[in-house]
């Protein structure tokens, strides 16, 4: 089991900046990837941007150029740096670990609490 730890949320102006972080309990040595997704109530939980232990990152579309991951390996911590904060961006945003096990790559999640991002108009 690898326990998730997010910090970072909280209220922000509209054009502002957060940095959300997330620390695995222990070292992760086989291929994963660390992202982070958020939800707002009523809505599926979506991507916002995830980073492979290789150095590849992929984000959603209307978080590039404004969101950037990040990640240190050596402390097993992930990073999301939110600038241009818009009030849609509004949401609980949940730290994930996906590692991938065996010769078909079986993915196992592993989730954070949730931290909670507000931006005010």
């Known amino acids: 089991q690898v326990q998730l730890v997010e910090s970072g949320g909280g209220l922000v102006q509209a054009g502002g900046s957060l940095r959300l972080s997330c620390a695995a309990s222990?070292?992760?040595?086989?291929?994963?990837?660390m992202g982070w997704y958020r939800q707002t109530p009523g809505k599926q939980r979506e991507l916002v941007a995830a980073a492979t232990s290789g150095g590849t990152t992929n984000y959603a579309d209307s978080m590039k150029g404004r969101f950037t991951i990040s990640r240190d390996n050596a402390k097993n911590t992930v990073y999301l740096q939110m600038n241009s904060l818009k009030p849609e961006d509004t949401a609980v945003y949940y730290c994930n670990l996906r590692l991938l096990s065996g010769a078909t790559l079986t993915p196992t999640d592993f989730w954070g609490q949730g931290t909670q991002v507000t931006v005010s108009s």
């Open positions: 222990r070292s992760i040595f086989r291929a994963n990837t």
